[in-house]
Structures are given as structure tokens and as C-alpha cells.
């Protein structure tokens, strides 16, 4: 019992440790033109992500957000982008408007 408690106590260490990495942020990122992100579900658009065109203090957030969302992980274009659901023309799908869009 207490062999097994130590495995899984030392695997989900090294999962969660993974997730944490994984989250960490490139400081690096380029500046990103800014514009609106929205969830489109049939006629409903949802904003989301950091709003830079409202708060150009953001950017940094928006940079990292956009690249999380849009940038393929393979570094090549298809479904594995960072949000593959979202990606897919399959039910829910990320789509972005101009700053000037006020939904």
C-alpha cells in the first residue's frame, strides 16, 4: 500500500510538474497586431482572451494568448494547432474581428 501511494504520489508529481512547465511563457514574443478573439457557435460570438484593444497594456498577455491559440505546435498548418477543437470547422471555432468590431 505504501509502495503504491509513493508511484503514484511520484507520477502525478512529474505530471503536474510537466503541466507547470508547459504553462510557462516565452517573454520573447513579438508583438502581435491587436484584435478581438471570439468563440463562434452558430450566430453567437463569445469574446474572449485578453481584450488589447480596449487595454493596450495587455499585449503581452494577447502575445502569448495568440500564440498559444494559433500557433501549430508541429510548426506546420493542420489540426494540431494549440487549440485543435477550436480549429477544426467542427462545432465551436475561435475567429477574430478588427478592434473596430464591437460585438
Do not use: W
Request: hydrophobic share 35%.
Amino acid at each position: 500500500m505504501l509502495a503504491t501511494l509513493i508511484v503514484l504520489t511520484g507520477v502525478m508529481a512529474v505530471l503536474v510538474g510537466g503541466r507547470a512547465n508547459v504553462a510557462l511563457g516565452d517573454p520573447n514574443l513579438p508583438n502581435i497586431s491587436p484584435h478581438r478573439h471570439f468563440i463562434q457557435n452558430g450566430d453567437r460570438l463569445i469574446q474572449v482572451g485578453p481584450r488589447v484593444c480596449d487595454d493596450p497594456s495587455l499585449q503581452p498577455a494577447f502575445n502569448q494568448f495568440h500564440s498559444n491559440i494559433h500557433i501549430p505546435v508541429s510548426g506546420s498548418p493542420g489540426p494540431e494547432h494549440g487549440a485543435p477543437g477550436l480549429h477544426n470547422f467542427k462545432g465551436p471555432e475561435i475567429t477574430s474581428r478588427p478592434c473596430s468590431f464591437t460585438p
